[in-house]
């Protein structure tokens, strides 16, 4: 949620007050470069599952896009599966120019999904490889498994 200042209108002759937001970061989706998923402990319970997702994710096309970004793995519920998502936070500075060089950096990050093993099947990573694709989590260990990972299963 991104801070609010409250301006006082009165200063400017006016009886209200109004919110005015500050420049808060930018959220778009990344790409996903490598991702390794395995299997885990669930823990207790054997009606789970759990995996470990290790991924490298792009920054930026060059350093200068990858200033002052972040990126990581969200999960969000979409049309009745588990979407897992790679993201990128970038600061809002519209006054940077960058080169059009293709020089890319990534960072590597690591998660852990976690579900009932009926829905194992519900579970998606997006945008592996580029923007717009959906490869089940189950295909993602067995891929592992095989040490092979195929093609995204659709894109959109």
């Known amino acids: 949620m991104p801070h609010l200042a409250l301006v006082s209108m009165?200063?400017?002759g006016l009886a209200t007050s109004a919110p005015i937001a500050e420049a808060s970061?930018?959220?778009r989706p990344t790409v996903i470069e490598d991702i390794r998923v395995t299997p885990v402990d669930s823990g207790t319970n054997p009606g789970t599952f759990a995996y470990r997702i290790h991924a490298k994710l792009l920054l930026g096309a060059?350093?200068?896009?990858a200033r002052g970004v972040h990126v990581k793995l969200v999960t969000r519920e979409a049309n009745g599966l588990l979407e897992?998502?790679?993201v990128k936070t970038a600061p809002r500075d519209g006054s940077r120019v960058c080169a059009q060089t293709f020089q890319p950096l990534y960072q590597e990050v690591d998660m852990v999904a976690r579900g009932l093993s009926s829905h194992a099947a519900d579970v998606v990573v997006r945008?592996?490889?580029?923007l717009g694709t959906r490869t089940s989590l189950s295909k993602l260990s067995a891929?592992?498994?095989?040490?092979?990972i195929d093609a995204p299963d659709t894109p959109e």
């Not at 891929?143 to 092979?148: C, L, V």
């Open 10 to 12: 009165a200063l400017l």
């Open 143 to 148: 891929a592992a498994d095989r040490g092979k």
């Open 127 to 130: 945008n592996i490889d580029h």
């Open 84 to 86: 897992v998502v790679p």
């Open 25 to 27: 970061p930018r959220v």
């Open 62 to 65: 060059n350093a200068c896009e």
